[in-house]
Every structure is written in structure tokens, then in C-alpha cells.
């Protein structure tokens, strides 16, 4: 039998089923459902009703559909405004990486911590202002100082990075190529080029007016 919290009006096996349907990449069969949950069919098909009832009698932003025969969490009509505006604004406010910022970023990201001097080492050309542009962006941070000569500044990626490249810890870092995907294609880095487009790039928003 469900047990059901009195706070919260819905059962623990509903809030199961909830939690399901809110991380599944596509409609989960009720069937499959009962077979995760160790619940027969029938005990399952009616937490998922009183699920369903209980957000639509509460209000809920979210509620669940039946479609492609399974279940999904789906937004409710009568937030589709807010939700394409926060879509537009999130899109609008996406950073894209110049082919040099992505280059330098990855240098950064497999030599952590590192000094701009390395990193021009290893790039072959001054980084100055594309590491400038990296750290007013959050994709990359100081680390303190080097010991030796001039004791330069030293570089590692940040949590921003992280989320952008959809990783969970350094230790999951995609390949160089995977990276340099995100730049623009040589094509579009030679128009660029013509008109006036330093080798140290820049980072912008896309809603941005290009230079």
C-alpha cells in the first residue's frame, strides 16, 4: 500500500513516478514504470492518476502527458509565455567562442594551472586580451601566482566551463576536437579576417552586434 505525506498530498510512490518522468529524455511506459517502482500495473496506472490529479488540482507549472505511449512532464499552457521569453532570453544570452578564444581555452583547460606565457608558448601568438575577454566571462579564473621570475599569474577553467561543455568534473574533458567544434569554420574566420578581425578573437553574446 502507498503511504501518503499529509504536507505534501501526494504519495511516495507518486513523488517516485514525478521524479521519473522529470529526468527521462522521452515518455516513460507505464509499464516500465511499475517494473522500476516493483509495483503490478494496476497500483501503478493509479499513481499515476492521482499524480496527474494532484498537480492539476494544485496549480502545478508542470503536469503529466500521455503520449508515444508512455508519460512525460510537460509545462502547463498557461505558462507558455514565460517560458518561450526565458527560451529567447537564454538563447539570446549564450556565449560563442572565437576559433583564437577556443584555442586558448583549451590550452588553458589541458595545462591547468598555466601562465599566459605558456599559453602564447604554446599558441604561438599573444593571448593577452582573448584571456582578458576569457576572465570577463567566468570561463576562466586566477590561481594564484607562479614561483619563480615575476611570479606570473596562473590560469584554470571555472564551474562556468564546466556547465557550458556539460561536464561534471576536469577529469571529463572532451577532446581538442571536440572543442574546436564550437569555432567559427575557417570560411567564416577568413571573412572575419578581411574585415579588420584580430587573432586573439573575442567571445559575444549572439544577440551581439558583430565588430
Same mark, same amino acid.
Given at each position: ?11 511516495d510512490?507518486?513523488?517516485?513516478i ?17 517494473e522500476?517502482?516493483?509495483?503490478p500495473?494496476s ?34 499552457e498557461?505558462?507558455a509565455d514565460?517560458?518561450?521569453?526565458f /527560451?529567447?532570453t537564454?538563447?539570446t ?23 599566459r606565457? *605558456?599559453? *602564447?608558448?604554446?599558441?604561438?601568438? /599573444? ?7 576569457l576572465?570577463?566571462h567566468?570561463?576562466?579564473r586566477i590561481?594564484?601566482r607562479k ?5 606570473p ?9 564546466l556547465e557550458?561543455?556539460?561536464l ?16 567559427p569554420?575557417?570560411e567564416?574566420?577568413? /571573412? ?5 578581425e ?14
Amino acid at each position: 500500500m502507498c503511504s501518503y505525506t499529509a504536507s505534501k498530498g501526494i504519495s511516495d510512490t507518486g513523488r517516485k513516478i514525478q521524479a521519473i518522468l522529470f529526468v527521462a529524455g522521452s515518455p516513460v511506459p507505464a509499464a516500465e514504470l511499475a517494473e522500476v517502482l516493483s509495483l503490478p500495473p494496476s497500483v501503478t496506472s493509479k499513481e499515476i492518476s492521482r499524480l496527474d490529479d494532484f498537480l492539476r488540482r494544485t496549480g502545478s507549472g508542470v503536469l503529466l502527458q500521455e503520449t508515444a505511449g508512455g508519460w512525460r512532464m510537460v509545462t502547463a499552457e498557461d505558462t507558455a509565455d514565460a517560458v518561450s521569453l526565458f /527560451r529567447d532570453t537564454a538563447q539570446t544570452q549564450k556565449i560563442r567562442l572565437s576559433r583564437a578564444a577556443v584555442e586558448t581555452l583549451a590550452v588553458i583547460a589541458y595545462n591547468q594551472p598555466v601562465t599566459r606565457s *605558456e599559453v *602564447e608558448d604554446i599558441r604561438g601568438v /599573444r593571448c593577452e586580451r582573448v584571456i582578458e575577454t576569457l576572465l570577463s566571462h567566468g570561463m576562466i579564473r586566477i590561481a594564484g601566482r607562479k614561483k619563480g621570475t615575476g611570479s606570473p599569474l596562473l590560469y584554470r577553467t571555472t564551474d562556468l566551463f564546466l556547465e557550458t561543455f556539460g561536464l561534471i568534473s576536469i577529469s571529463e574533458l572532451p577532446t581538442l576536437e571536440e572543442l574546436q567544434e564550437l569555432a567559427p569554420p575557417p570560411e567564416e574566420k577568413n /571573412r572575419k579576417g578581411a574585415a579588420g578581425e584580430t587573432e586573439e578573437g573575442h567571445i559575444r553574446g549572439e544577440g551581439d552586434d558583430l565588430p
